[in-house]
């Protein structure tokens, strides 16, 4: 499939990291787009996972944040963002 955007950035910030961020960031890079994630502008909530462990949402953030640095955006503070586009 050919990609949408060619060379268009998308700076991603919002509610539910694990969630809704993390889906708009992965379709966004699937569309071609260059992803760039404000971390300290997205928050989510404690998580239980199947097991019943309750995780906490600064984990459950750092966790998915690294998720999508891995493959799909590049993971800055908004200050750094602000400073360098």
């Known amino acids: 499939m050919e990609p949408l955007a060619t060379n268009a950035a998308?700076?991603?910030v919002g509610v539910i990291t694990n969630n809704?961020?993390?889906a708009t960031v992965?379709?966004?890079g699937n569309l071609g787009f260059d992803v760039i994630v404000a971390a300290d502008a997205c928050f989510t909530f404690d998580q239980t996972d199947?097991?019943?462990r309750l995780w906490p949402a600064e984990d459950v953030h750092a966790l998915s944040l690294s998720n999508l640095a891995m493959d799909y955006a590049r993971v800055f503070q908004t200050s750094e963002i602000l400073a360098n586009h």
Do not use: D, K, M, Q
């Open 10 to 12: 998308l700076v991603i």
């Open 50 to 52: 199947l097991s019943g």
């Open 26 to 28: 992965r379709s966004g």
């Open 20 to 22: 809704s961020v993390e």
